[in-house]
């Protein structure tokens, strides 16, 4: 199994930045991608960003240009630089890996999701 950690999230003003933090861990082989989701009420689950291994990455129209998703596949992490940040951005957000354990199954992950709030 893969437990990822989410960190980052909170109360900004509109124009403001924040940046998300996750960590995976446990019985890892390999994280083939990494990427953020978010889930605003009342509405579904959209992709925010992907990056996969060898560093390409895919962005939602919505957030391209004011987003940024890195990875340090050493400490199995991934992180989304939010600047410029709009009342619409707000949501839960969740860490999602795609990849493969120790035993050679597959496993998609989901973290437990951190709440970004941008309100004047």
């Known amino acids: 199994q893969v437990q990822l950690v989410e960190s980052g999230g909170g109360l900004v003003q509109p124009g403001g930045s924040l940046r998300l933090s996750c960590a995976a861990s446990?019985?890892?082989?390999?994280?083939?991608?990494m990427g953020w989701y978010r889930q605003a009420p009342g509405k579904q689950r959209e992709l925010v960003a992907t990056i996969l291994s060898g560093g390409s990455t895919t962005y939602a129209d919505s957030v391209k240009g004011r987003f940024t998703i890195s990875r340090d596949n050493a400490k199995n992490s991934v992180y989304l630089q939010m600047n410029n940040l709009k009342p619409e951005d707000t949501a839960v957000y969740y860490c999602?890996?795609?990849?493969?354990?120790?035993?050679?199954?597959?496993?998609?992950?989901w973290g437990q999701g951190t709440q970004v709030t941008v309100s004047s």
């Open positions: 446990g019985s890892i082989f390999s994280i083939y991608s």
């Open positions: 999602n890996t795609n990849g493969r354990l120790s035993s050679g199954q597959s496993s998609v992950s």
